[in-house]
């Protein structure tokens, strides 16, 4: 199961609004920056993995932790966007897509159900490297 890529699908309508309404991205741009930011971001939570609060990933310091990581002119050129306009629509879009997936996790404990375990022993460091390794199996 790809979670980052189920919510991308589910809610790419949402996600695309975002992007045109907000960023200045025509419709065609949006359709594809929207995989492309969410691979990017799928990367970089499984990198961050350790570092991030999973409890809240829509709060302003997870977001921020996130955009910092995440290559935005690496993610532009893969979306046929100009470094400014990725910098423009990551910063647009990810409080939105990171609610989405805190939304679907709700907490610690059901990012481990979406992960396939259960919440026996409370280790946040297993959660988390098992949060990385499931965001990286895409």
Do not use: W
Request: charged letters at 20%.
């Amino acid at each position: 199961m790809n979670f980052i890529s189920d919510i991308i699908k589910e809610r790419s309508g949402d996600l695309i609004g975002q992007l045109t309404s907000k960023a200045g991205f025509s419709r065609e741009q949006a359709e594809r920056f929207v995989p492309a930011a969410g691979s990017s971001v799928a990367d970089t939570l499984a990198k961050k993995a350790l570092e991030l609060d999973f409890t809240n990933l829509a709060s302003a310091s997870s977001i921020g932790a996130i955009a910092k990581h995440v290559d935005v002119r690496a993610l532009s050129q893969k979306a046929g966007v100009t470094a400014e306009q990725g910098a423009k629509g990551l910063s647009s879009l990810l409080p939105m897509l990171m609610g989405l997936i805190g939304d679907r996790a709700k907490d610690a404990g059901g990012l481990l159900s979406l992960l396939g375990g259960g919440a026996s022993g409370g280790n946040l460091g297993a959660l988390k490297g098992l949060a990385g390794k499931f965001l990286r199996d895409r």
